[in-house]
Nanobody
Framework: QVQPVESGGGLVQRGDSLRLSCAAS??????MGWFRQGPGKEREFVAA???????YYADSMKGRFTISRDNAQNAAYLQMNSLEPEDTAVYYC?????????????WGQGTQVTVSS
């Protein structure tokens, strides 16, 4: 079983950048993904990356968010630029696709990102 652990969240201001990290508990080439859940909202898909590095983004995330991975480190990353208050959410990492690109088997506990105006 894979246990993802997210890190890198925090409080930033509008326009800032932030890089989230996701560490898998075991060596993996499974697909990895990022999701988020804002206050009072349902969880939504952000981006996914296959073991070979193929990426897929939610339309609203294209251009500002970039997903990447380092298989040697068993890690995935989410680079977020030009952050807006609407990006405030708990960001979750997921590992092992059950249905590309939005269904995953294993989930982390999440990391809070708060964007102030």
């Amino acid at each position: 079983q894979v246990q993802p652990v997210e890190s890198g969240g925090g409080l930033v201001q509008r326009g800032d950048s932030l890089r989230l990290s996701c560490a898998a508990s075991v060596r993996t080439t499974y697909a990895m993904g990022w999701f988020r859940q804002g206050p009072g909202k349902e969880r939504e898909f952000v981006a996914a990356i296959s073991g070979r590095g193929n990426t897929y983004y939610a339309d609203s995330m294209k251009g500002r968010f970039t997903i990447s991975r380092d298989n040697a480190q068993n890690a995935a990353y989410l680079q977020m630029n030009s952050l807006e208050p609407e990006d405030t959410a708990v960001y979750y990492c997921a590992v092992k696709s059950l249905g590309w690109p939005t269904q995953f088997a294993y989930w982390g506990q999440g990391t809070q990102v708060t964007v102030s105006s």
